[in-house]
């Protein structure tokens, strides 16, 4: 089982801050997709992921238990 | 004469040694809106010996809320920041050189001011620009701290040459997001937050304390409650063309920037992206009818009232900017709306 953390507008888009389901085996990318076509995120791909708290490329492969937070990159200022 | 620092000299990490040396840096400030204003206060009180503020926007009404440099004054003069910016922080410390240019940061402008500079802080409002920051920096080895926010969501990345993962091995590509301060809003305190982080690393740098650096990615949301710090030793790519073995330094090429034109005797800028993008018009539409603005829309095309201004955009992110001549303004204003 892996628990998924959304951040800022993503976590409004889902309606929790977290989920847990298993996606271990999948790459980050898999599990972009993946969720990307459940919530119907716009925009999904420029999406920053931390397993386990360090940042992560696409092709990384989950394992069971990793926790996956997603954090959208901003340009205010 | 030290006496006005006298509470950060009594801070240890700082000491009288640390104030020495803060007096002699000289610090790149991109950018002069919410983050620029209190990023510029806290080192001038600091006590720095220069400051170097670009910006190409004016103070208008929408900036006091959060823009602490600036007065209803600066408003009806239509002031440019940097101009305005430049006055207040005087006030405040005549002991620090301070440098207004008011103009776009693109990579000529960067390349020419980042001559003897110890520090860029990026207190800008897209990712072109800072795209371009983090390939100068690279180039000239100057340490950056990206900082950013929008509503209550704020983040910032200390990137140090040769040490960190520089900003194109986190994003690969400059993201198109359409999230701005314009669209969404912004409130103070996320402001504050990005500042409280950038500002701290940035007195770490100019007193040459690297051990204390953070060295994790920080993000947070005020309103949402959430903090978030992540670990980036994993991130660093050899292969990035911007701080990699084999670099090209792409955010420095004119052909990786967005293109601007005048178009003749209509008073009319167009701008296009660097590579084709997709807008989905009718989101963009209707999310901005939500805010205040007027937006007309067609499947073509979505037209919107700013000010003074009619902004058209077109669904492969071209867009013709009515109302104005002015190169900056028009991509100050398209940056505005999509990121």
Same mark, same amino acid.
């Given at each position: 089982?892996?628990?998924?953390?959304?951040?800022?507008?993503?976590?409004?888009?889902?309606?929790?801050?977290?989920?847990?389901?298993?996606?271990?085996?999948?790459?980050?990318?898999?599990?972009?997709?993946?969720?990307?076509?459940?919530?119907?995120?716009?925009?999904?791909?420029?999406?920053?992921?931390?397993?386990?708290?360090?940042?992560?490329?696409?092709?990384?492969?989950?394992?069971?238990?990793?926790?996956?937070?997603?954090?959208?990159?901003?340009?205010?200022? | 004469?030290?006496?006005?620092?006298?509470?950060?000299?009594?801070?240890?990490?700082?000491?009288?040694?640390?104030?020495?040396? #803060?007096?002699? %840096? *000289?610090?790149?400030?991109?950018?002069? +809106? =919410?983050?620029?204003? !209190?990023? /510029?206060?806290?080192? &001038?009180?600091?006590?720095?010996?220069?400051?170097?503020?670009?910006?190409?926007?004016?103070?208008?009404?929408?900036?006091?809320?959060?823009?602490?440099?600036?007065?209803?004054?600066?408003?009806?003069?239509?002031?440019?920041?940097?101009?305005?910016?430049?006055?207040?922080?005087?006030?405040?410390?005549?002991?620090?050189?301070?440098?207004?240019?008011?103009?776009?940061?693109?990579?000529?402008?960067?390349?020419?001011?980042?001559?003897?500079?110890?520090?860029?802080?990026?207190?800008?409002?897209?990712?072109?620009?800072?795209?371009?920051?983090?390939? #100068?920096?690279? %180039? *000239?080895?100057?340490?950056?701290?990206? +900082? =950013?926010?929008?509503? !209550?969501? /704020?983040?910032?990345? &200390?990137?140090?040459?040769?040490?960190?993962?520089?900003?194109?091995?986190?994003?690969?590509?400059?993201?198109?997001?359409?999230?701005?301060?314009?669209?969404?809003?912004?409130?103070?305190?996320?402001?504050?937050?990005?500042?409280?982080?950038?500002?701290?690393?940035?007195?770490?740098?100019?007193?040459?304390?690297?051990?204390?650096?953070?060295?994790?990615?920080?993000?947070?949301?005020?309103?949402?409650?959430?903090?978030?710090?992540?670990?980036?030793?994993?991130?660093?790519?050899?292969?990035?063309?911007?701080?990699?073995?084999?670099?090209?330094?792409?955010?420095?090429?004119?052909?990786?920037?967005?293109?601007?034109?005048?178009?003749?005797?209509?008073?009319?800028?167009?701008?296009?992206?660097?590579?084709?993008?997709?807008?989905?018009?009718?989101?963009?539409?209707?999310?901005?009818?939500?805010?205040?603005?007027?937006?007309?829309?067609?499947?073509?095309?979505?037209?919107?009232?700013?000010?003074?201004?009619?902004?058209?955009?077109?669904?492969?992110?071209?867009?013709?900017?009515?109302?104005?001549?002015?190169?900056?303004?028009?991509?100050?204003?398209?940056?505005?709306?999509?990121?």
């Amino acid at each position: 089982m892996n628990k998924i953390l959304f951040f800022a507008h993503l976590k409004d888009t889902v309606g929790e801050e977290s989920i847990r389901i298993d996606v271990s085996g999948k790459s980050v990318a898999e599990v972009k997709s993946y969720l990307s076509d459940k919530y119907q995120f716009q925009k999904f791909d420029t999406v920053m992921t931390a397993v386990n708290e360090e940042f992560s490329s696409d092709d990384e492969i989950i394992k069971a238990g990793d926790e996956i937070a997603f954090i959208p990159p901003v340009s205010g200022g | 004469m030290f006496e006005r620092y006298s509470r950060q000299m009594l801070f240890t990490p700082i000491g009288h040694d640390g104030q020495e040396k #803060i007096r002699k %840096k *000289h610090v790149l400030m991109i950018g002069a +809106g =919410a983050l620029g204003s !209190s990023n /510029g206060e806290i080192l &001038t009180r600091a006590g720095i010996g220069k400051l170097t503020i670009v910006d190409r926007d004016y103070v208008e009404a929408s900036n006091l809320q959060r823009q602490q440099l600036y007065t209803e004054e600066d408003v009806a003069q239509k002031l440019p920041k940097a101009i305005a910016a430049e006055k207040r922080l005087k006030a405040i410390n005549s002991d620090v050189d301070i440098a207004a240019v008011v103009g776009d940061a693109n990579p000529e402008l960067l390349e020419e001011l980042v001559q003897d500079v110890d520090l860029i802080l990026d207190a800008t409002d897209n990712f072109e620009t800072r795209m371009a920051i983090n390939d #100068i920096a690279q %180039k *000239h080895e100057v340490p950056w701290i990206y +900082g =950013a926010c929008v509503g !209550s969501f /704020g983040m910032s990345f &200390t990137i140090i040459p040769g040490k960190t993962p520089c900003l194109n091995c986190l994003l690969k590509s400059i993201p198109i997001q359409g999230m701005t301060c314009d669209t969404v809003g912004i409130i103070a305190p996320t402001v504050q937050m990005v500042i409280a982080h950038q500002s701290a690393e940035a007195l770490k740098i100019l007193v040459e304390d690297y051990d204390a650096l953070r060295n994790s990615f920080v993000s947070f949301d005020l309103w949402r409650n959430q903090y978030s710090s992540i670990k980036m030793s994993k991130v660093k790519d050899e292969g990035c063309l911007s701080c990699g073995t084999q670099r090209t330094y792409p955010y420095l090429d004119k052909e990786n920037l967005m293109k601007t034109s005048v178009l003749c005797g209509r008073d009319t800028v167009q701008i296009r992206p660097p590579k084709k993008i997709e807008i989905n018009l009718n989101e963009l539409a209707s999310h901005l009818k939500t805010l205040e603005y007027e937006v007309k829309g067609n499947p073509y095309l979505v037209s919107v009232e700013t000010g003074e201004n009619r902004l058209v955009i077109f669904q492969d992110g071209r867009a013709l900017i009515h109302g104005t001549k002015d190169l900056s303004q028009a991509r100050s204003i398209y940056q505005r709306i999509l990121g």
